[in-house]
């Protein structure tokens, strides 16, 4: 059928909306500060996005299977803490990429196994983990950020490739990759079923625990990746940093038309949901706004989006019941 | 002024089915209104229309002539409508007295619980229960037997002084016959007292009693009220169950060459069933009949692998498989459409397309998981086409269909990954009559081809009007195996129900 062309790229309404308000953003601090609109400020937008884009990408993978994490901000913090640890004892960067992803992964499947074996809820087991991983990332280094000498390492932050560095790349990358396997393989679909119904999921032969782990070993590889990139930048393994990442992923995993009823969402909104974020924050500080008022601003934002979930939702239910009414009438 | 309940055109809607159909009656105080109907007749849903906790989708509600519209359970108390149900809705930590005036126990002038004035009025209630020195107002609930907890909830909707409707729903399950004289009496006295009194019942010795008129509904539609004297048992069972479905299952194209035993399970044990051993041959139709809670949904889950199969053996084609998982029950060839549709069957959030082919996932897809769209797209139109399924393109959402058209998704879903065992656990259930013929006749069609086919159902024409033979189940076991040519009704109910009483 000619429509599964169609289906490739999804455009629907809330997409548009998404576009027109990161237009909008974009033409209001522009405004404000002319600078806005510079090419250098555009690639700041998007190395800003690109560390929340990363988390983004696993934060919806959970999401749409009804899950979630709160603990890439810690996670990311801690791998970039091992990273910069790795290689100032001398080991091989490519080997200090590998262990601390491998580590990365350990830490997802730590993740998964409360609640697959437990049985606790995601938020609770994740909010767990979140201040475990902080505590070990202060205890690894004694609370000191570890300096990072190692070329390789810092061309992880610093490299360019037509004009946008490494790290946004990754990032675009990441999503094209995972948005792949969100939408056209059996894995993905079985994360869309899970997320609709567990037990019918089941008993339609998925294996919700085995996705359950897979997912928060790919959001623990992603922490893992976010972490090293963001210590190269940085030039440093910084314990303390990161907080509240998480929070700026799923804000623009949710902006970007993942509901948190489950089921629902794709990875092109994310990408929109996540750019839109950044828009805003990095207009926040461009225009002199002072960072406690940033933190209300945040808020409100996530608020909108949350309300924009709730009237999606609600406009979904209205349609379905003129739909069954029609439905159950013809019958 | 005389207290009195009405109902006009009222109808509601659930995803995929419509629950209740124009409902108009009046009921009037000084007289017992009886609600009979089979299960999912539409009982429940009326109640919970009565109390507040459903709003009906279109029609009106009138209370002592007044519209209302209940958006809670509460509201409709406070404006004297109480539903009295199955499970005890009381606290049993309270006391008597803090549990019929609970929210709005008596206070003093200073807002302190006057708790001497709440258990005085308390025992005027019980006084006029007749409960006097059976009961008394500082007993914790929890230490009373299940009819007096019982008689605590009434007294709690009889406490309040705008009282007009009570409504029992089953209220004599977990009741003795003693225990029966006295809720009857209680309700006589509330009938007497002028107010409206619902009694919901399928147990026509009971409605012969207590009811002065009888409602009857069926498939979400009011029958016909009767006056209960006039009118005997059986012609209510066939106002109750009338459907003209004889002529389906004699018309039937069944299947008339059954070939050899080809699946096998010997000794199958779970937590939630005894051990079971039966046989299934080529294009045969296997029922399962027997009360609810009587295995057959178990035995069928531990076949699968959806519960922990804990010993036995399932024999297919003369090889032992053992399905761990349902996923590997699908990929074994035994396949089933649950039981409840809506939470184990359908994937509302999806498509329905995707819930044609989420069974065929490896079908369609490479080995690294990718999908095959192509062969995706073609397995749905291929389902949409071969069961029938009203639909108006791929893309729509499953739940917007209706419940007959969404079960055909879930059979097409495991048609199409070529089975070689069908599971059918009540397949009909909460579909209307005509999409009933359909799933007949479709059954009747997989048998031709030489597909083993187990149907679970606890209708019983369905069962003895398909089934080439029937598994009779209880408490776990299987209690009997009657060929087709033997099955009546009577056989059937005589072993779903062996050394029970016989309501």
Not at chain 1, 132 to 145: E, L, T, V
Request: some cysteine.
């Amino acid at each position: 059928m000619e429509n599964s062309k169609l289906r490739t790229i999804k455009l629907d309404g809330g997409k548009i909306i998404l576009f027109l308000a990161i237009v909008g953003v974009t033409i209001l601090f522009t405004i404000l500060n002319p600078n806005y609109l510079s090419g250098t400020n555009m690639v700041n937008i998007l190395v800003a996005a690109s560390l929340a884009g990363l988390i983004a990408i696993g934060e919806t993978y959970l999401i749409i299977a009804m899950q979630v994490d709160l603990s890439p901000g810690s996670l990311v913090a801690f791998s970039g803490v091992l990273g910069a640890l790795l290689i100032s004892h001398g080991m091989n960067f490519f080997l200090v990429v590998l262990v601390t992803i491998a580590v990365g992964a350990l830490i997802g499947i730590f993740n998964a196994v409360m609640i697959n074996k437990i049985d606790l809820q995601p938020f609770i087991a994740t909010l767990v983990s979140q201040t475990i991983i902080r505590g070990f990332a202060y205890i690894m280094c004694g609370g000191k950020p570890v300096a990072i000498n190692n070329t390789a390492y810092i061309q992880l932050g610093k490299a360019r490739f037509l004009g946008l560095p490494l790290s946004v790349w990754i990032m675009l990358v990441m999503m094209l990759i995972f948005g792949f396997i969100l939408s056209k393989t059996r894995f993905g679909r079985s994360i869309y079923a899970i997320g609709g119904n567990k037990t019918a999921a089941r008993l339609a032969g998925m294996n919700p625990k085995r996705i359950i782990y897979l997912m928060f070993i790919i959001m623990g590889i992603l922490s893992a990746i976010g972490g090293l990139v963001f210590s190269a930048r940085m030039h440093s393994g910084q314990p303390a940093a990161n907080v509240n990442l998480e929070f700026d992923a799923i804000t623009g995993a949710v902006l970007g038309g993942v509901s948190f009823t489950g089921g629902v969402g794709d990875m092109g909104g994310v990408f929109l949901g996540i750019v839109l974020i950044q828009a805003f924050n990095t207009g926040l500080t461009m225009v002199n706004v002072p960072s406690f008022w940033q933190y209300v601003a945040r808020g409100a934002l996530l608020l909108l989006a949350l309300s924009s979930d709730y009237i999606r939702k609600r406009n979904r239910e209205r349609a379905l019941l003129d739909a069954i009414k029609k439905a159950t009438a013809n019958t | 002024m005389k207290n009195s309940v009405e109902f006009q055109h009222i109808t509601k809607y659930f995803p995929g089915v419509r629950a209740l159909d124009d409902i108009s009656f009046t009921a009037n105080g000084g007289e017992v209104l009886a609600f009979l109907g089979e299960n999912g007749a539409g009982k429940s849903t009326l109640l919970k229309i009565l109390n507040g906790d459903y709003q009906p989708s279109a029609g009106d509600y009138l209370l002592n002539g007044k519209h209302v519209h209940f958006q809670s359970p509460h509201e409709a108390i406070e404006s004297g409508v109480s539903v009295i149900y199955q499970e005890r809705q009381i606290l049993v930590e309270l006391s008597v007295a803090e549990n019929i005036f609970l929210g709005r126990m008596p206070v003093n002038k200073f807002g302190v619980i006057d708790a001497g004035l709440a258990n005085k009025k308390a025992l005027e209630i019980i006084n006029d229960f007749g409960l006097a020195g059976i009961i008394s107002p500082i007993d914790k609930v929890k230490d009373l037997s299940i009819a007096h907890q019982q008689m605590i909830e009434i007294m709690k909707a009889y406490s309040r002084e705008n009282l007009t409707c009570i409504c029992f729903d089953e209220p004599t399950a977990s009741l003795s016959d003693s225990d029966i004289d006295i809720l009857f009496n209680i309700i006589k006295k509330l009938r007497d007292e002028g107010k409206v009194v619902i009694y919901v019942s399928h147990r026509m010795s009971e409605i012969k009693r207590i009811a002065d008129r009888v409602a009857i509904f069926k498939d979400g539609k009011l029958v016909t009220i009767l006056n209960a004297s006039e009118s005997n048992e059986q012609k209510m069972i066939k106002l109750m169950v009338g459907r003209d479905l004889g002529d389906v299952f004699a018309n039937l194209d069944r299947n008339q060459h059954i070939g050899d035993v080809y699946f096998e399970v010997q000794g199958l044990y779970s937590d939630y069933v005894e051990p079971v051993s039966f046989k299934l041959r080529h294009g045969e139709v296997l029922g399962f009949s027997g009360l609810v809670g009587a295995g057959r949904t178990e035995i069928m889950r531990a076949i699968i692998g959806a519960d922990k199969m804990l010993g036995g053996k399932i024999l297919l084609d003369g090889r032992e498989v053992c399905n761990t998982d349902p996923h590997e029950a699908i990929l074994n060839g035994i396949v089933m459409v649950p039981e409840d549709r809506k939470f184990e069957g359908i994937l509302s959030n999806l498509d329905v397309g995707n819930n044609i082919t989420i069974g065929a996932l490896d079908q369609n897809s490479n080995r690294i998981g990718v999908l095959d769209q192509k062969a995706e797209t073609k397995m749905t139109d291929e389902g949409i086409k071969e069961f029938a399924i009203k639909t108006p393109d791929s893309k729509k959402l499953v739940v917007e269909l209706s419940g007959g058209n969404q079960q055909k998704c879930v059979v097409a879903r495991w048609m199409a990954t070529k089975p070689k065992v069908l599971i059918l656990d009540e397949p009909t259930k909460g579909i209307d009559v005509g999409a009933k013929s359909e799933f007949y006749n479709l059954i009747c069609r997989f048998a031709k081809q030489g597909l083993g086919v187990i149907l679970v159902s606890s209708e019983l024409p369905e069962i003895i009007g398909l089934c080439d033979r029937i598994i009779v189940m209880k408490n776990k076991r299987i209690s009997g195996i009657v060929e087709r040519k033997d099955a009546t009704e009577d056989r059937l109910l005589a072993l779903a129900m062996a050394d029970e009483k016989i309501n």
